[in-house]
């Protein structure tokens, strides 16, 4: 069982030491046992001699995020710690500020070495370097998430996916692997505490009226919604990807967002279909684009701001500043989903009560948001809280990306100037009436 070394990143300096203690894996971002390289690779450091010690630890409050995102966290990790005991893996579940709490484990069972998952996001990569310099053994950052790993594809901020492309496709020979398959461990391990899973609920400081959704989690679940993409709606995904009722899209962005079914494994699985255009464009999706966001978040901190712009987004965007707006909402308005248009509400609505919304309406809900609020500013901060508030997949490089692809052109170029939008790409209800049924969309969730 070998991982591949250039998925491998130290965060301190230090090189790991399989004869200094136990091995930690401080799982964060790949939430899951099957297909996870970081928890590959801890426990290819544990060896036959050291015991390895699963640990989440979660911050009471975090960004934006709802009761319904810790509601369907929580429920993962449940399943998360059952599936580990099949292997003799003790998980652990520490409340409070991640960084301190690995380093008090660590601490307390006398680690020797400690393994995280990649991730681009600030607050997160603030815990890490907080850790870093607060542990005595090192502390190895794992790319589970990418498949090309983030910081091997490129080393700046790429321009667009005709970018990255080739970079990426030129890598995926090597990096697009099949997953070894874990070991089970017979060594006597360290006293730890067990899950307190009603506490951690209690734990929670979040808002609450925001209510967990129908969607089952979990790695079961997430393999099982794979399944059933690959054998029924996969084969429509070309033709009806960009139609909200076309039942086409494969709903894996939650179990990707929180680290429960690996894009690895997806592509691994979509490639064995041979489903021609669909898998093309599919992947196209799931590889190029995902990692796109990667990149931007791990090289321009600005992700969530129109600091993060291109240059010419913003100067078109500041020329048309003072245009009138035909509708002015606020952010409460947008979230109770009181606007003119049946369409926009209608999105919302969807987004309120499934935690998920369609592709294509993301882009348009968030364009309207644009031409809606009295400042590109005040409408980025409003797209951004929103998709952090009830999505899902909110929270993530991905969502980022897209709230600026949207609202300020990240990654696109520019188009004819409108007023309001200047150059940045438009989008209206007839544009949406030529690619499906406006009309049975909206009486679905109005």
């Known amino acids: 069982m070998r991982v591949h070394a250039r998925r491998i990143h130290s965060l301190n300096g230090s090189q790991p030491n399989i004869h200094d ?3 930690i894996y401080w799982m964060s971002r790949e939430q899951r046992v099957q297909d996870n390289w970081g928890l590959l690779y801890a426990r290819e450091l544990a060896g036959a001699t050291q015991p390895l010690v699963v ?11 709802s009761f319904r995102q810790y509601d369907f966290m929580l429920k993962g990790l449940k399943e998360v710690a059952d599936n580990l ?23 307390d069972i006398r680690a020797g070495v400690v393994v995280t998952d990649f991730d681009p996001l600030r607050n997160v990569q603030g815990w890490q370097k907080s850790a870093a310099g607060e542990l005595k053994v090192p502390l190895i950052e794992v790319d589970g998430r990418n498949i090309v790993p983030a910081r091997i594809v490129s080393d700046k901020q790429e321009y667009a996916a005709r970018t990255i492309r080739p970079k990426i496709h030129r890598l995926l020979f090597e990096y697009l692997e099949e997953f070894p398959k874990l070991i089970p461990q017979s060594v006597s391990l360290p006293e730890i505490a067990t899950p307190d899973w009603n506490g ?10 925001i209510l967990p959704v129908e969607l089952a989690s979990g790695e079961n679940a997430a393999h099982k919604t794979l399944a059933s993409f690959l054998k029924s709606r996969l084969k429509n995904y070309a033709e009806k990807s960009n139609d909200p009722n076309g039942e086409s899209t494969s709903v894996l962005s939650p179990y990707i967002q929180f680290g429960q079914l690996s894009a690895q494994r997806i592509a691994l699985d979509v490639a064995a279909t041979g489903a021609g255009e669909s898998q093309d464009k599919f992947l196209e999706q799931l590889i190029v684009r995902r990692e796109l966001s990667d990149n931007f978040c791990l090289y321009n901190s600005d992700y969530d701001s ?18 009138k707006r035909s ?6 308005d947008f979230d109770r989903a009181e606007t003119h248009s049946h369409l926009w509400n209608g999105a919302q609505n969807q987004m309120r009560k499934t935690g998920y919304m369609h592709g294509y309406m993301r882009m348009y809900w968030a364009k309207k948001i644009l ?6 500013e005040q409408a980025l901060k409003t797209v951004i809280t929103l ?21 300020a052109g990240l990654h696109d170029r520019p188009w004819k100037k409108r007023p309001v939008y200047g150059a940045i790409r438009y989008m209206n209800e007839r544009g949406c009436r030529r690619k499906f049924k406006v009309d049975e969309y909206i009486s679905r969730w109005i």
């Open 387 to 407: 998709n952090d508030r009830y999505q899902l997949d909110g929270r993530s490089p991905n969502g980022y990306v897209g709230s600026l692809w949207s609202v």
């Open 371 to 376: 031409e809606w609020s009295i400042s590109p």
């Open 200 to 209: 951690a609920y209690r734990a929670v400081n979040v808002d609450r009226s």
């Open 327 to 332: 509708y002015t909402y606020t952010l409460e």
């Open 85 to 107: 005991e099949k292997f003799s893996i003790p998980f652990t579940l520490r409340i409070g500020a991640p960084d301190c709490e690995i380093v008090r484990l660590a601490n």
């Open 306 to 323: 129109l600091n993060g712009a291109p240059d010419w987004a913003v100067a078109t965007l500041d020329d048309h500043m003072d245009d």
């Open 21 to 23: 203690g136990p091995v």
């Open 55 to 65: 640990c989440f630890a979660m911050s009471p409050s975090f960004m934006c995020a």
